[in-house]
């Protein structure tokens, strides 16, 4: 089945700097989305890019989605201390068993003060 | 926005006791939900989709008899964890499709449930 693959597994950076987080897929799909995880909580929806998409950008986030590779990155820009979490891809598909959304591996992104 | 609310949101048992969670779409009909387990530090893993007036759909490796899953209305759909074993101490994150979703808009989570058996 497939399965994304998100890297780095864990990024540590400073308040003020720039978060680049990358998820990689296998099958085809309709679209792909990010979320956010606070340590012990549910997903929090931040932004979905369709696949006709190419980029997306909401607030300080920026989506990229490259259909071609396979492949999509989140940026987060002047990164607060806030947004220390868990993030994860998912990529929704429609196959023979019906819809479904499989997540990435995720990155634990610690932002220091 | 719409909302998922799951119940109860921590749940600490004995070996064996029989735990059920609650998942239920506030302010949209679900026709289809999903329960997810996540480990540790881990990504959320698929268990079944919940099907509105039928039989859910597990995925590979998910025990039938082991979590019984029943979506009797358009709002609720129920996982029970039956003779829990300490293995199964987990998160359990449930989700729910609207009207549309999955092209239009993506699933509602739920807060999620924190499984411990003692």
């Known amino acids: 089945s497939q399965q994304g693959e998100e890297d780095p597994q864990a990024l540590s950076i400073q308040e003020g700097e720039n978060a680049t987080m990358n998820c990689s897929y296998k099958t085809s799909i309709n679209n792909l989305q990010w979320y956010r995880q606070n340590s012990g909580r549910g997903l929090v929806h931040l932004i979905l890019i369709r696949s006709n998409e190419r980029e997306k950008h909401s607030g300080r986030l920026r989506v990229t989605l490259d259909t071609s590779k396979k492949s999509s990155s989140l940026l987060i820009t002047a990164s607060r201390a806030a947004d220390t979490a868990s993030y994860f891809c998912a990529t929704d598909a429609t196959g023979t068993g019906g819809f479904k959304t499989i997540f990435g591996a995720g990155t634990r992104l610690f932002v220091k003060a | ?118």
């Not at chain 2, 998160?91 to 999620?112: K, M, N, R, T």
């Open chain 2, 1 to 118: 926005g719409a909302v998922v609310s799951q119940h109860p949101s921590r749940v600490i048992c004995k070996s064996g006791t029989s735990v059920k969670i609650e998942c239920r779409s506030l302010d949209f009909q679900a026709t289809t939900m999903f329960w997810y387990r996540q480990f540790p530090k881990k990504s959320l893993m698929l268990m079944a989709t919940s099907n509105e007036g039928s039989k859910a759909t597990y995925e590979q490796g998910v025990e039938k008899d082991k979590f019984l899953i029943n979506h009797a209305s358009l709002t609720l759909s129920t996982l029970t964890v039956t003779s829990a074993h300490p293995e199964d101490s987990s998160f359990y994150i449930c989700s729910a499709l609207s009207p549309g979703g999955g092209i239009i808009e993506p699933q509602h989570f739920g807060d999620g449930t924190r499984l411990s058996i003692l």
